[in-house]
């Protein structure tokens, strides 16, 4: 019979021994026949005699654990062919080979240059261009050309002839005007040049002679500043653009005065 030892005591030399089926027996030391002494948990084997006593005690046999079968091989895959490529053929004898586009060969010595029409002008050669500029219903031409033709000499503009700015000529007539220097902004040099030594010099000159003469010469020069001054500053901007086209169309000289 198999059973699994409960208890062993080493003062008493006995021990009990559970059954499978629930059955508790008692063994002394006299009955234990392994090598090993006996322990709580073995598993043991024993015999019943015949008041039911277990007799030749010892160590159940461990049984052999189960070996599970090994997987079975797989059968081997068939050898792998490498991969066929077509071999390109050699040309037959008497075969063409293809066409290929025809290459452009380089003119040889002494062949003439491609002869372009009259209307027409080879690769970065055109004809010279001058620029107008943007026109506009009722705007007059500028008097002086936008760009100058290609192939002449640099001509400087006018400083009469540059576009003029009213905030510019307000300015000049504010601080300088006694002294011309908005003539010579609207390029009425001459006419501001003799507006700048008549002032010194005039007002000068009539200081020595009489303080009351010269404080009315420059009494009627600042008046006359401050009309200018008042009749550009309360003047539009769009007024004040036609006014200076129309001024510089007339060519302005160095005498030329603007109102």
Do not use: C
Request: glycine share 6%.
């Amino acid at each position: 019979m198999i059973g699994q030892i409960l208890v062993y005591s080493q003062e008493k030399k006995a021990g009990a021994i559970a059954t499978a089926d629930g059955q508790r027996l008692i063994f002394p030391i006299q009955d234990w026949q392994d090598v090993l002494p006996p322990e709580r948990g073995m598993m043991v084997e024993f015999e019943l005699d015949e008041d039911k006593r277990p007799r030749k005690v010892q160590l159940a046999p461990v049984p052999a654990p189960a070996v599970a079968p090994a997987p079975a091989a797989a059968p081997p895959s068939p050898p792998q062919q490498p991969p066929q490529y077509p071999q390109q053929q050699p040309p037959y004898q008497g075969q063409q080979p293809p066409p290929y586009p025809p290459q452009q060969q380089p003119p040889y010595q002494g062949q003439q240059p491609p002869q372009y029409p009259p209307h027409q002008y080879p690769p970065h050669q055109y004809p010279p261009q001058q620029y107008q500029g943007q026109q506009y219903p009722g705007q007059q031409p500028p008097p002086y050309p936008m760009q100058q033709p290609m192939g002449q000499p640099y001509q400087a503009v006018p400083f009469a002839l540059r576009p003029k700015s009213k905030v510019a000529l307000v300015l000049w007539t504010f601080f300088l005007g006694n002294l011309g220097a908005h003539r010579f902004y609207m390029g009425a040099w001459g006419l501001g040049l003799v507006q700048a030594l008549g002032f010194l010099i005039l007002g000068t000159l009539l200081d020595f002679v009489s303080p009351l003469a010269s404080s009315v010469f420059f009494l009627v020069v600042g008046i006359f500043t401050l009309v200018e001054f008042f009749r550009y500053i309360f003047t539009n901007e769009a007024k004040f653009n036609a006014k200076v086209q129309a001024w510089q169309a007339q060519r302005p000289g160095p005498f030329s005065f603007f109102w």
